[in-house]
């Protein structure tokens, strides 16, 4: 039985996919997180503050790839002050164990990708906060998955596999 709440750790992908209705994995990420708050606070969405600057950085128009207007800029704050998302802070620590995986994934070459420092940072981040899955399409990341003991995987899958722990009323791990 788990101590506490399900930790799920979400790259800036991920919330942009959430932002974007038009994303492909838009309508995966949006189900994961309504069953976050069905199940609430059995299930906990976290992430890296990082993502507040990268999520600014990736938002653009689905078909013009400019950058999203004002309004839509608007929406991105209230989604990071109004919501139940647990952030942890860049710290040296973070960042020290975010510089070892990166190290680590370029010895793994060539059968695997070599892991970027923002992306080694939300496996970082997930790994100290004690979240058990990294929701990502980033192909390097999904490639390391069980790095950390978290187990990375795309948004649909995530999905299929709670809501089919919640059809069954299972809140565990």
């Known amino acids: ?7 799920i750790c979400w790259d800036a992908w991920t919330f942009s996919e959430l932002l974007n209705k038009y994303a492909p994995d838009h309508e995966s990420v949006r189900r994961i997180a309504e069953i976050a708050d069905r199940v609430s606070p059995d299930i906990e969405i976290i992430t890296s503050t990082l993502a507040i600057a990268e999520v ?5 128009h689905p078909e013009t790839m400019a950058i ?4 839509q800029l608007e929406r991105v704050e ?3 002050q109004g919501s139940r998302i647990i952030r942890f802070d860049v710290t040296e620590i973070i960042a020290q164990r975010a510089r070892d995986i990166v190290r680590s994934t370029a010895s793994a070459r060539p059968r695997r990708r070599i892991i970027r ?10 790994a100290n906060a004690g979240a058990d899955t990294l929701v990502t399409r980033d192909a390097a990341l999904l490639s390391h998955s069980g790095m950390l003991g978290i187990r990375i995987c ?3 899958v995530l999905y299929n596999d709670l809501s089919d722990t919640s059809s069954r009323g299972d809140r565990t791990r």
Do not use: E, F, I, K
């Open 1 to 7: 039985m788990p101590s506490g709440p399900r930790r």
């Open 78 to 80: 209230l989604m990071w």
């Open 56 to 60: 600014a950085g990736l938002l653009r």
């Open 154 to 156: 795309p948004p649909a």
């Open 68 to 71: 999203v207007t004002q309004l």
């Open 117 to 126: 420092g923002a992306d080694a940072v939300y496996l970082a981040t997930a």
